[in-house]
């Protein structure tokens, strides 16, 4: 019976082996399957990646797609092995452009599993309400695609959803989105909506989401009361909120969690201390709370989260002195403690901390000697000690930070001479020790190796004699900034020449006896976009002689520099939108086709003796025009039409006119002086509102106005009297004043805003 038996298998195995090979291939992929593959890779086109932003991952994956070929083995394709079903697809980065219709054979793909659609082109399209139909779907990824509108309550009904990401779209949600998430999404593992306008609060009942480990909800306009559950899951891993401003609350005590590995709670309103049961969160790896207004003490229970890897607190209103338990944090590559209220001196400790690439520690209060323990931190790129109250000089074997990158000590008081060996590291690309004491004289360093520095600041130190020639070999600087440096005798201008890839050049206010000859800085450095020479006398005689001025330069600065006509090359500097020619001795008009320049936004004519202005352009779109000369007549009626001024200053000439009620209705303007001239006349006129909705700083001193200000001009000046009115100085008299307040304030603000980690 045995024998029987096996001479049975082996005749089945026989006729099986046989018949493999006599019939024709077999496909595991179901032709109906196959055909709706290629229906949809038919709706759109594979776009050209040269300039694309993922050029570097993409590939089109549709490429090994052909119908003679089994579809079962297409890139980005996988089946189920029995019923040659499609169950998952992944057509990632596969450079897809066109709209994704409701009829799209995509939709035909029933028993779908997974589906990624991440980093194409989908036109702004929004999201069919269709992929309801797709029930069985566990992971959905459409981040970064380009789908635009409202996030159809359809994808709620697919309720295997195990991972779902819309992450960076231009999508928002309806107000009960999240709420109805929480409710029908129960198996949710992973979600993330960053990017996603949500503006809703989080339901409190979030914790219901028992399995969730990942949640990335970041810069989602959330609002109310930060919700505290989300440490009750007991799954959760990674939590990032960060972005989410008008979200507020305090953190809670924390109870021993085994899970939590990310926690990203940047820029929300978290008021009040860091709980000291913070320990008991042992397994978090980063930790980012910057910019949520905490006050008091670090609490020195941090020295029990020994797997910290990433630890950013700046930007908060933490005092009193580092804790010395942080050098207990072994495992941290980076730690910003910056823009806070720290006091005392970095603690020795931190000699501990041998993984660390980057440390900050700036604006703060920080006190005492470069701090001798940082030296036995070899791994450190990056290292910012900047506008603190660190004293003495800078050790003389800095080069022991080998793999230094930046070094950031501007605004203490250090003194002495600058260690040569800094230049020896071989990876620094940036120097910023502006606004110190050091002094002695300048050298560069004597390695033969190219020197990767890229940005030089030096300024306001006192450093004395020549600049050394050897500045030549730096010769990949794009940013160096040697203003007031007390050289003290004739400067060689020549040996900037070398620097053919200097980008922003700041020679201002050097105290050097002789001329530059601009017209062999523009020569030679022809990607000059910035360049600042306030306070040197400078020469344009030969700018005539000059083939080709730099085509991106945006700001020249030329403030004080004994000129005495209006420089006739600017014309042609079709990108310049900062023009400082104050404080010279220029005469005659202001040429007409200076308010031609295409990009000026900013012009600065003050302290010279123009007599007029020749005929104003009427589509003038600057912010700023200063103007403390001698001109006469009128206000050029044509600055009515500049909607974008931000800021007039035609302070201390000698002009005779009304007050400029026809500005009133200036969207943008926020700065008016008139001071010192000979206006005149009523500031009242009853048939017109007085206006100006922006206004913020106006200025009529010292003019020939009669009559009453009416106390009802001053009802609406709502900008005046804002609480975040405190970035504005108070008016007297001086040259920028208005200008450096107001501007200092938006660059404040924008910093805030765009400030990365």
């Known amino acids: ?73 297409w890139d980005g394709i996988t089946c189920d092995a029995n019923s040659g079903e499609v169950i998952e697809l992944d057509l990632s980065c596969s450079c897809f452009h066109g709209i994704l219709n409701a009829n799209s054979s995509l939709f035909k793909l029933q028993k779908l599993r997974v589906l990624n659609l991440a980093n194409n082109d989908f036109k702004s399209s929004m999201i069919p309400t269709q992929f309801n139909k797709l029930m069985e779907l566990t992971r959905l990824n459409l981040s970064d695609s380009w789908f635009s509108g409202i996030i159809p309550t359809e994808l709620l009904h697919l309720t295997k959803l195990v991972s779902l990401d819309l992450y960076s779209n231009s999508l928002s949600a309806e107000k009960s989105f999240l709420s109805k998430l929480v409710q029908n999404l129960t198996n949710l593992e992973e979600l993330y909506l960053g990017l996603v306008n949500i503006s809703s609060e989080i339901p409190q009942n979030i914790s219901n989401l028992s399995s969730l480990n990942s949640l990335s909800l970041d810069d989602c306009n959330l609002i109310g009361e930060f919700p505290s559950s989300l440490f009750l899951i007991p799954t959760i891993q990674s939590i990032n909120l960060n972005g989410n401003q008008d979200m507020e609350g305090t953190l809670p005590e924390f109870n021993v969690n085994n899970s939590l590995v990310s926690l990203d709670l940047s820029w929300i309103k978290l008021l009040g201390n860091i709980p000291y049961s913070i320990k008991n969160l042992k397994h978090l790896n980063t930790l980012k709370l910057q910019f949520c207004k905490f006050q008091g003490k670090i609490p020195s229970s941090f020295g029990n989260l020994t797997n910290l890897s990433v630890l950013d607190l700046s930007d908060n209103y933490f005092s009193g002195t580092i804790p010395s338990s942080f050098g207990n944090l072994f495992n941290l590559t980076y730690l910003d403690l910056s823009s806070n209220r720290f006091d005392g001196q970095i603690p020795s400790s931190f000699v501990n901390l041998k993984k660390l690439t980057s440390l900050r520690v700036g604006s703060n209060m920080l006190s005492g000697n470069f701090p001798l323990s940082l030296l036995n931190l070899t791994k450190l790129t990056d290292l910012s000690l900047a506008d603190n109250h660190f004293k003495g000089s800078l050790p003389p074997n800095m080069s022991l930070l080998s793999n230094l990158e930046t070094f950031d000590a501007s605004d203490n008081t250090f003194n002495g001479t600058l260690p040569s060996s800094l230049f020896n590291i071989p990876s620094l690309t940036s120097i910023v020790l502006k606004n110190n004491q050091l002094n002695d004289i300048l050298e560069f360093g004597n390695s033969s190796s190219p020197s990767k520095l890229e940005r030089l600041s030096l300024s306001h130190n006192h450093f004395r004699g020549s600049i050394p020639k050897s500045i030549s070999r730096l010769v990949n600087l794009y940013q160096l900034d040697l203003s007031h440096f007390n050289a003290g005798m004739t400067v060689d201008f020549s040996i900037f020449l070398q620097l053919k890839g200097l980008i922003d050049l700041d020679l201002s206010y050097l105290n050097t006896t002789n001329t530059v000859d601009l017209s062999i800085i523009f020569s030679h450095l022809s990607l000059l976009s910035s360049l600042h020479l306030s306070g040197v006398h400078v020469s344009t005689t030969k700018m005539g002689s000059v083939s080709k001025l730099p085509s991106r330069m945006n700001e020249l600065l030329l403030s004080g520099c004994g000129i005495t006509e209006f420089p006739e090359f600017v014309r042609n500097l079709q990108h310049i939108s900062d023009l400082d020619l104050s404080n010279n001795k220029i005469k005659g008009q202001v040429p007409q086709w200076v308010w031609k320049l295409p990009q000026l936004m900013i012009l600065n004519l003050s302290t010279n003796s123009f007599t007029g202005l020749e005929r104003f352009s009427n589509d003038f779109p600057r912010p700023e025009i200063i103007i403390h000369n001698k001109l006469v007549g009128t206000l050029p009626r044509s600055l009515k039409s500049c909607s974008s001024l931000e800021v007039l200053n035609v302070g201390s000439n000698k002009i005779n006119d009304r007050f400029p009620f026809w500005l009133n209705f200036l969207p943008k303007l926020q700065v008016l002086v008139l001071r010192n001239n000979k206006f005149n006349g009523l500031l009242y006129n009853p048939h017109q509102t007085f206006g100006f909705p922006k206004l913020q700083i106006i200025d009529i001193a010292n003019n020939h106005f009669t009559g009453n200000l009416p106390s009802h001009y001053f009802a609406d000046w709502n900008m005046t009297t804002r609480k975040d009115f405190s970035g504005f100085d108070y008016i007297g008299y001086g040259g920028s004043y208005y200008r450096d307040s107001m501007f200092e304030k938006k660059l404040t603000q924008n910093k805030l805003r765009n400030k990365e980690d």
């Open 1 to 73: 019976m045995g024998f029987l038996l096996r001479s049975i298998c082996f005749i089945f195995f026989l006729l099986n082996f046989l018949n493999t090979f006599a019939s024709p291939t077999r496909h595991l992929c179901r032709p109906d399957q196959r055909d709706a593959l290629l229906d949809f890779e038919s709706e759109f086109t594979i776009r050209n990646l040269d300039n694309d932003y993922f050029s570097s991952i993409s590939y089109p994956k549709t490429k090994s797609w052909e119908k003679s070929s089994d579809c079962c083995s």
